[in-house]
C-alpha cells in the first residue's frame, strides 16, 4: 500500500493515479493524500446527491488472531467486541488507563477468532502499539496488517447501484456496521458498510496491488450516475455536517468518552477488567454529578468560519471552544461543533457567539447532526 521514502511521505498504491487526475496532494498524518481534485462544494454535493469515490488507504489496517482474539479486545477496549457477531462491526474506542481517548476504532469480526481492527491513520502506531502491550497473557496474536490493504469508499445515494453492477455479493442483505467478503470488478475484497459521510456507503478493502484497477472498474460503473473522485477536504465537510467526531479535534486524550458524550461506547458491564475501567467509572460518576461540556452543533448567522479553537462566548463570558468549522455546503452557511457548558447547550440558547478575531459573532445553538439523509 505505500512507498516509503525516508524523506517525505508515505504514498497510497493510487497515487499516480490521483495525479493523473490533477489532485491537490497534502501531507495527512504522514501520508500524501488527494486534498480534492477540482471544487471541494462540487465534491461534497456530489456525495450528498450522486456519489464520490475517496480513498482512505491510509486508515490503520491490524488485524488480531488466535483462541482468546475476543478476549484480548474486551481487555484492551471499552466495547464489548466478544458479542460482535461475525459479519459484524462495531465503533469503540481504545482509552489510556486514566480514561483519555487514544483513538476511535471500528472493528470488524472476520471470524470467529479473527478482528480487524481499523485506527485513525494519525493514530495507526499509537494503537498497534497499545494492542502489542495489552496483549501480554493472552493467546492471541496482533499483526500490524497497514501494507496489506489499500482501502476505497464509494458514498453517496448512487453507491449501492453502482457497487451492484461490479458484485454478487449480496449487498441488500449488507446492514449498516457490517462487512462481508466478496468479489467486486474480479477483485477480492472485504465490503464494509460504516461511512463517515452521513450518507449509505460501502468500504472495499483490497490488496495494494489490485486498488487501480478497483477505481478504475468503480469510476467507469458510476459514470452515468455522476460519481466523481473525492478528496478529504470534502471528507471533512460531510461528516462535520453529519456530526461524526474527528480525532484530535472532537476526540483527544484529554477527553474520556463521557465527556465527548459518547458515553453509551464504554461497556462496563462485559466480563473481566479492561484498561481504563476504574478511571472511566469515576468520570461516568462525574459527568452525572456535574454535567461536562456538551458537545453542540452552531450555525453561523453570517459569513465568518469559525475554526478550531476559537472561543465560544456568551455575556461576554468564555463558555466553550469551537472544535471543528467549516462552511457547510448543505446548510449554505459556515457551521460547527464545539463543547460548550451545559447551561448554554440547549438548542435554540440565546446569545451565543464565536470570538473570530476579537469580534463576537452570533451563533445559533442547534442540535447535532446538523444533516440527517432520509431513508
Given at each position: 500500500?505505500?512507498?516509503?521514502?525516508?524523506?517525505?511521505?508515505?504514498?497510497?498504491?493510487?497515487?499516480?493515479?490521483?495525479?493523473?487526475?490533477?489532485?491537490?496532494?497534502?501531507?495527512?498524518?504522514?501520508?500524501?493524500?488527494?486534498?480534492?481534485?477540482?471544487?471541494?462544494?462540487?465534491?461534497?454535493?456530489?456525495?450528498?446527491?450522486?456519489?464520490?469515490?475517496?480513498?482512505?488507504?491510509?486508515?490503520?489496517?491490524?488485524?488480531?488472531?488466535?483462541p482468546e482474539a475476543a478476549g484480548l479486545l474486551n481487555h484492551a477496549l471499552v466495547g464489548n467486541i466478544a458479542s460482535v457477531g461475525v459479519g459484524r462491526a462495531r465503533y469503540t474506542m481504545?482509552?489510556?488507563?486514566?480514561?483519555?481517548?487514544?483513538?476511535?476504532?471500528i472493528v470488524y469480526r472476520l471470524a470467529e477468532s479473527e478482528y480487524l481492527v481499523v485506527a485513525n491513520a494519525s493514530n495507526a502506531q499509537v494503537v498497534l502499539d497499545a494492542l502489542v502491550?495489552?496483549?501480554?497473557?493472552?493467546?492471541?496474536?496482533?499483526?500490524?496488517?497497514?501494507?496489506?490493504?489499500?482501502?476505497?469508499?464509494?458514498?453517496?445515494?448512487?453507491?449501492?447501484?453502482?457497487?451492484?453492477?461490479?458484485?454478487d455479493a449480496d449487498l441488500d442483505g449488507l446492514k449498516y456496521y457490517a462487512g462481508l467478503p466478496g468479489t467486486v470488478a474480479g477483485v477480492p475484497a472485504l465490503i464494509a458498510r460504516t461511512g463517515y459521510t452521513g450518507e449509505d456507503g460501502f468500504e472495499l478493502f483490497v490488496k495494494p496491488e489490485h486498488a487501480v484497477a478497483l477505481?478504475?472498474?468503480?469510476?467507469?460503473?458510476?459514470?452515468?450516475?455522476?460519481?466523481?473522485?473525492?478528496?478529504?477536504?470534502?471528507?471533512?465537510?460531510?461528516?462535520?455536517?453529519?456530526?461524526?467526531?474527528?480525532y484530535g479535534h472532537e476526540l483527544t486524550t484529554d477527553l474520556t468518552p463521557f465527556d465527548a458524550g459518547l458515553g453509551r461506547v464504554v461497556k462496563f458491564e462485559k466480563e473481566g477488567d479492561f484498561v481504563g475501567r476504574e478511571a472511566l467509572a469515576a468520570a461516568a460518576a462525574r459527568s452525572e454529578a456535574t454535567p461536562p461540556r456538551v458537545l453542540v452543533g452552531l450555525v453561523a448567522e453570517g459569513r465568518r468560519i469559525p475554526r478550531a479553537g476559537f472561543a465560544v462566548v456568551a455575556g461576554g463570558e468564555v463558555i466553550g471552544e469551537v472544535t471543528s468549522g467549516a462552511p457547510s455546503p448543505t446548510l449554505g452557511r459556515p457551521i460547527a461543533m464545539a463543547y460548550v457548558d451545559a447551561a448554554?447547550?440547549?438548542?435554540?440558547?440565546?446569545?451565543?457567539?464565536?470570538?473570530?478575531?476579537?469580534?463576537?459573532?452570533?451563533?445559533?445553538?442547534?442540535?447535532?447532526?446538523?444533516?440527517?439523509?432520509?431513508?
Open positions: 500500500m505505500s512507498s516509503t521514502d525516508s524523506a517525505g511521505p508515505r504514498r497510497t498504491a493510487l497515487d499516480a493515479l490521483h495525479r493523473s487526475l490533477g489532485a491537490t496532494m497534502t501531507d495527512f498524518a504522514g501520508w500524501d493524500m488527494p486534498l480534492r481534485y477540482g471544487s471541494e462544494r462540487d465534491e461534497h454535493v456530489a456525495v450528498r446527491t450522486r456519489a464520490g469515490l475517496f480513498d482512505l488507504s491510509h486508515m490503520g489496517e491490524i488485524t488480531v488472531t488466535g481504545i482509552c489510556q488507563a486514566d480514561g483519555g481517548i487514544l483513538d476511535d476504532l502491550e495489552r496483549s501480554a497473557g493472552f493467546d492471541a496474536e496482533v499483526r500490524d496488517d497497514r501494507d496489506a490493504y489499500a482501502l476505497l469508499a464509494v458514498q453517496g445515494p448512487e453507491s449501492p447501484g453502482i457497487l451492484k453492477a461490479l458484485t477505481w478504475q472498474a468503480l469510476t467507469e460503473a458510476g459514470e452515468g450516475v455522476g460519481l466523481v473522485p473525492c478528496g478529504l477536504s470534502c471528507r471533512d465537510t460531510l461528516r462535520l455536517e453529519a456530526g461524526m467526531p474527528l448554554h447547550a440547549a438548542p435554540g440558547t440565546a446569545g451565543v457567539g464565536v470570538d473570530i478575531r476579537g469580534s463576537h459573532e452570533p451563533y445559533e445553538v442547534v442540535a447535532l447532526p446538523f444533516y440527517k439523509r432520509q431513508k
